[in-house]
């Protein structure tokens, strides 16, 4: 299994779900939540000039002369996906800053990151590379993480049905 953006933002998300999808068990075809999400993507991609660029296997919404941007109700998972995104870049030569924005809830404002791929995290994110794909080649399905947030996982019913 190729390595994408994906399976990093699920790795820090739950490593059951991780697992899964890596291993080619795709849920999301059925989910109302990851339908309703692909329309308002799809939505406010309609009202945009550049808004995807394929890249090997990796798919990127913002990408200005700065920043390359992100935007995910899961701050570390997003925050390492997006790393991974500017890793990927780095091997083409596009050296950027990652800005993660996240919206506060009943609020109009965002909260902005600003992150970069320093040596030490570039180093910090391949073992994690290394974790994932230890995890995808186990044979054993890890343990489902009981958190309220699985209620709304395109995997639900698989894991508590």
């Not at 798919?59 to 890793?87: G, I, P």
């Not at 596009?94 to 609020?107: M, P, Q, S, T």
């Not at 794909?133 to 894991?159: F, H, M, V």
Request: aromatic letters at 8%; a positive charge.
């Amino acid at each position: 299994m190729n390595i994408n953006g994906t399976i990093i933002n699920y790795y820090f998300h739950c490593k059951r779900q991780c697992y899964l999808h890596g291993n080619r068990l795709n849920m999301e075809d059925n989910s109302e939540q990851v339908k309703i999400g692909k329309a308002i993507h799809e939505e406010r991609a309609e009202n945009k000039n550049n808004t995807e660029i394929a890249i090997d296997n990796i798919r990127l919404d913002k990408l200005t002369k700065e920043y390359l941007k992100k935007s995910d109700a899961d701050a570390e998972a997003a925050k390492w996906q997006l790393l991974y995104y500017l890793k990927v870049l780095k091997t083409k030569g596009v050296i950027r800053k990652g800005k993660l924005e996240f919206a506060e809830k009943n609020k109009k404002d965002k909260k902005i990151i600003i992150i970069e791929l320093t040596d030490e995290v570039e180093k910090e994110l391949d073992k994690y590379i290394d974790e994932i794909e230890q995890l995808l080649n186990q044979d054993r399905i890890p343990e489902c993480i009981n958190k309220s947030t699985c209620k709304k996982c395109a995997y639900y019913e698989y894991c508590y049905i």
